[in-house]
Nanobody, 117 residues
Framework: VQLQASGGGLVQTGGSLRLSCAAS????????MGWFRQASGKEREFVSA???????SYADSVKGRFTISRDNAKNTVYLQMNSLKPEDTALYYC????????????WGQGTLVTVSS
C-alpha cells in the first residue's frame, strides 16, 4: 500500500484548504486512515483519523474547524480545514493502519500547509 497526499499550500488566516490522501495497492488491507502534522521545531502531533468502522477522532485544537471524510470508491481520505490559523502551519502527513491495531504504521509523504497572518 502506498499513500499519496496532496492539497497543501499557502492560505491566509481564516481561509480553507482541503487535503487529500489516496491509498493505492492493497488498499483493502487498511483499517483506518488519518493525518498527523509537524510544525517546524515541534514534535509530530495527531490531527484527525477515520476508522473504517465509522469512528472519527480529532485533536482538540482542530475540533469544529477540520472535517475528515472518506470516499470508499476512490480509497481516498480528505481533510477539510476551515478557519485556518497560523498555528496550523505544518507539514501534514497522511497515515494508515494496516493491521487494525489502532497504530498508524504506514506514513505517506508530507504536504505543506502554510497559514499567513
Amino acid at each position: 500500500v502506498q499513500l499519496q497526499a496532496s492539497g497543501g499550500g499557502l492560505v491566509q488566516t481564516g481561509g480553507s484548504l482541503r487535503l487529500s490522501c489516496a491509498a493505492s495497492g492493497r488498499a483493502s488491507s487498511i483499517y483506518g486512515m488519518g493525518w498527523f502534522r509537524q510544525a517546524s521545531g515541534k514534535e509530530r502531533e495527531f490531527v484527525s483519523a477515520i476508522r473504517w468502522s465509522g469512528i472519527i477522532s480529532y485533536a482538540d485544537s482542530v475540533k469544529g474547524r477540520f472535517t475528515i471524510s472518506r470516499d470508499n470508491a476512490k480509497n481516498t481520505v480528505y481533510l477539510q480545514m476551515n478557519s485556518l490559523k497560523p498555528e496550523d502551519t505544518a507539514l501534514y502527513y497522511c497515515v494508515a493502519d494496516r493491521y487494525s491495531t489502532g497504530v498508524y504504521d504506514l506514513w505517506g509523504q508530507g504536504t505543506l500547509v502554510t497559514v499567513s497572518s
